[in-house]
């Protein structure tokens, strides 16, 4: 018999102390709907404008969200409570999992602490932690103690699988998987020089050296690369060089980095980028794309990319940014999830909780094959989770888990349109062996 439980969510969660859950209930009207909701809506649609009946169960498989729902990340934290929450109330008909919240704070220290408390309680399944710095604070004691940990980093340094039954999965979206899409995309469309401008810090520097590896692998031409500061006058700066910087055609050179003595350059000889790759969002992305605009004073023709950072409602609506190109997931199911969570929380989701929602969905799905059997969750249950036929189906579209640690998406290629991204072209529906 199916029971309907209004505050199921609180009594998920009692077992962990000094929580502050006001930020995860949903409003009174959604909460007031959900009573009479019969509904039982998928991954597939988020139309539903309240979360779904499920079944009780006496015995369920414990999950430890790791989020941060304090300290200054605590917005993200609880938006991401919220993801696994709609994907529990969606997802879980059968009863299975039984979500447990702990605080990972903004901390290597605070994260340790409640992953101390997580061994503590004999929980073996982990969503979260959101920061690369924590995933490696705890990765030591997740394999130590034979714990699954779904991280929603994309530091891929960090993923780890042992012969155990311990492992640390990322599955935040790869940054090498987003560069390699667009510079095979770039490529197909005939455009084979490349530079980059990236903000200063670690993200840019992982954008840089993999677009620069990956384009150098292509037999493509890398022009060169600009790293900036927090400051207009340096960006400014950045874009100039970027703008102006040229390679020179082959017959020129003698050697890899000098001219022929009775070198003489004309304009055919030089190359200049025709992809410019921005490694940023928001209104720096916005004010680096006017800079280049205006500094074109020779109407180049500069095609702009990014990486899944511009999937942003701020990018859709920039007139600045329209014609650009990035990789990421195809849109229309984020897009109903947005407005289910909307709906919901009265507020819309931060792009990474489709995430969030995907990795709950993954543990649900894993439970519900092993728990006729009453057999504990190991590592193979994920990495071989309907291999054949590719995997786990989440808002992102397909992914799957591999051996080595690491979660695996096909990207789309969209497009800045007006107020919208269009497809250019479509991820792949299959993966291939491995």
Not at 240 to 247: E, G, S
Request: aromatic fraction near 8%; hydrophobic fraction near 40%.
């Amino acid at each position: 018999m199916k029971k309907i439980l209004l505050a199921a969510i609180l009594l998920l969660f009692t077992s962990c102390q000094n929580i502050n859950f006001s930020k995860i209930e949903t409003n009174k009207a959604a909460s007031e709907e959900f009573l009479i909701q019969e509904t039982k809506p998928t991954h597939d649609q988020f139309e539903s404008d309240s979360l779904s009946v499920i079944e009780v169960k006496d015995v369920k498989t414990k999950v430890a969200l790791l989020f941060p729902t304090s300290g200054k990340n605590r917005e993200l934290g609880n938006a991401l409570v919220n993801s696994a929450t709609m994907a529990l109330f969606n997802e879980d008909l059968k009863g299975n999992i039984e979500l447990n919240l702990f605080d990972s704070g903004d901390s290597r220290e605070s994260a340790e602490k409640a992953f101390d408390e997580i061994i503590a309680k004999g929980i073996k399944i982990v969503i979260g932690p959101v920061f690369g710095a924590q995933v490696e604070a705890i990765q030591s004691k997740a394999l130590e103690h034979d714990i699954i940990v779904i991280s929603l980093s994309n530091n891929q340094e960090l993923a780890q699988v042992i012969n155990g039954d311990g492992a640390v999965f990322l599955a935040g979206l790869l940054v090498e998987t987003q560069v390699e899409k667009i510079v095979n995309y770039s490529i197909s469309r005939g455009k084979y020089s490349f530079a980059v401008l990236s903000p200063q810090g670690q993200y840019g520097k992982i954008v840089n050296d993999l677009t620069k590896l990956i384009v150098r692998k292509r037999d493509a031409h890398f022009i060169t690369s600009e790293f900036y500061g927090n400051n207009e006058k340096d960006l400014e700066r950045a874009v100039t060089n970027v703008v102006k910087t040229f390679a020179v055609a082959g017959h020129l050179m003698e050697g890899k980095n000098k001219l022929k003595k009775e070198a003489v350059i004309s304009e055919k000889d030089r190359i200049y980028p025709q992809i410019i790759m921005i490694a940023d969002a928001g209104k720096n992305l916005s004010k680096i794309v006017a800079a280049i605009k205006k500094q074109n004073n020779d109407e180049r023709d500069f095609q702009i990319v990014g990486t899944s950072q511009w999937d942003d409602v701020a990018t859709m609506n920039d007139l600045n940014l329209l014609g650009g190109w990035f990789a990421a997931p195809e849109n229309d199911k984020f897009r109903n999830f947005e407005k289910s969570y909307y709906n919901n929380f009265s507020k819309f989701p931060p792009r990474i909780s489709s995430i969030a929602y995907d990795a709950t969905l993954a543990v649900i799905e894993v439970a519900n094959q092993k728990f006729s059997r009453d057999e504990k969750i190991t590592v193979k249950d994920f990495t071989n989770y309907k291999k054949d036929i590719n995997g786990f189906l989440g808002i992102d579209g397909p992914f799957r888990f591999l051996p080595n640690g690491l979660v695996q998406r096909n990207l789309a290629i969209l497009e800045v349109g007006n107020g919208k991204f269009d497809v250019l072209e479509e991820a792949n529906k299959v993966f291939l062996r491995y």
